[in-house]
């Protein structure tokens, strides 16, 4: 079983990496804690990028298959995962 302590370091991680990727300041997720991941998007590509970096990191910290690992992305991405630029405006009624 992993510790949660290892979870969360690697939650973190994960988003502040994804910050990188994204080219957003990851100071914000200090200062906003709770609106952080409405209000950054990414890109399809920067995307892609983030999800190579997470499956590598997270199958070699917890000794994941690639399954489990594809399987671990998809929920972390749904629940942290920025929204895509091609799609920020699609419910926006404004616009």
């Given amino acids: 079983?992993?510790?949660?302590?290892?979870r969360e370091k690697?939650?973190?991680d994960?988003?502040?990496?994804?910050?990188e990727i994204a080219g957003h300041d990851p100071s914000i997720l200090k200062t906003h804690p709770d609106s952080w991941f409405r209000?950054?998007?990414?890109t399809k590509d920067?995307?892609?990028?983030?999800?190579k970096w997470f499956l590598k990191e997270v199958r070699s910290r917890f000794k994941m298959t690639r399954?489990?690992?594809?399987?671990?992305?998809?929920?972390?991405?749904?629940?942290?995962?920025?929204r895509l630029e091609e799609h920020?405006?699609?419910?926006?009624?404004?616009k």
Avoid: V
């Fill in 1 to 6: 079983m992993i510790a949660r302590t290892d």
């Fill in 10 to 12: 690697f939650s973190m």
């Fill in 14 to 19: 994960a988003i502040y990496k994804q910050c």
């Fill in 39 to 42: 209000d950054f998007t990414t």
């Fill in 46 to 51: 920067r995307l892609e990028e983030w999800k």
């Fill in 67 to 82: 399954a489990m690992a594809e399987k671990e992305f998809s929920f972390f991405n749904l629940s942290y995962g920025f």
């Fill in 88 to 94: 920020k405006n699609l419910f926006d009624p404004s």
